[in-house]
T-cell receptor
Framework: KAGVTQTPRYLIKTRGQQVTLSCSPI?????VSWYQQTPGQGLQFLFE???????NKGNFPGRFSGRQFSNSRSEMNVSTLELGDSALYLC?????????????FGNGTRLTVT | AQTVTQSQPEMSVQEAETVTLSCTYD???????LFWYKQPPSRQMILVIR??????QNATENRFSVNFQKAAKSFSLKISDSQLGDTAMYFC??????????FGKGTRLSVIA
């Protein structure tokens, strides 16, 4: 089975722009979670989607949004980028959702905002 | 809110030796899961081991084992016969009920030849 696939691997954007990150979960997994990883804050939860519905949301501003499609693929969007949004964004999938089955992570998208 | 604390930012161990990484957590829940994840330079987080709180027996996966002390809220990871490929960041994580997975800040482990 193919693992979790995140695209692109690297992204460089300018302040004020917006960006969309993509995540394809393991086949059969219905839950997709997103995390932001920075050296200072560590891993912080953004949101979880399960069968196209947002199940849980972390403490991030409204500039961060996401969605999940009927094939379980997920996208995360960040609008009006700030320098502090530079981070590694990790996507993880699980078959029954967080709390029920382990998360399987992708390789992440490294976002740099200049 | 649940918190996870890893008090060792960095550790090193000689190849073939044993090393123990510490993790403590804070929760008022009785049913929960604990995990150790490994993140090598490739950036992918890999599940190392999982422990259910209701199980008294410590989980083991080949060279990896945990010492789960529920009353003390402690969950340490022991790596036996350390290998160069074990060099990575190790994250302790906690989850309970409908709350999302919470991670510690990580311990950077270097295995030295």
């Amino acid at each position: 089975k193919a693992g979790v696939t995140q695209t692109p691997r690297y992204l460089i954007k300018t302040r004020g722009q917006q960006v969309t990150l993509s995540c394809s979960p393991i086949s059969g997994h219905r839950s997709v979670s997103w995390y932001q990883q920075t050296p200072g804050q560590g891993l912080q939860f953004l949101f979880e989607y399960f069968s196209e519905t947002q199940r849980n949301k972390g403490n991030f501003p409204g500039r961060f949004s996401g969605r999940q499609f009927s094939n379980s693929r997920s996208e995360m969007n960040v609008s009006t980028l700030e320098l502090g949004d530079s981070a590694l964004y990790l996507c993880a999938s699980s078959d029954l959702g967080q709390g029920t089955s382990p998360l399987h992570f992708g390789n992440g998208t490294r976002l740099t905002v200049t | 809110a649940q918190t996870v604390t890893q008090s060792q930012p960095e550790m090193s161990v000689q190849e073939a030796e044993t090393v123990t990484l510490s993790c403590t957590y804070d929760t008022s829940e009785n049913n929960y899961y604990l995990f150790w994840y490994k993140q090598p330079p490739s950036r992918q987080m890999i599940l190392v081991i999982r422990q259910e709180a209701y199980k008294q027996q410590n989980a083991t996966e080949n060279r990896f084992s945990v010492n789960f002390q529920k009353a003390a809220k402690s969950f340490s990871l022991k790596i036996s016969d350390s290998q160069l490929g074990d060099t990575a960041m190790y994250f302790c994580a906690f989850i309970s009920g409908n709350t999302p997975l919470v991670f510690g800040k990580g311990t950077r482990l270097s295995v030295i030849a």
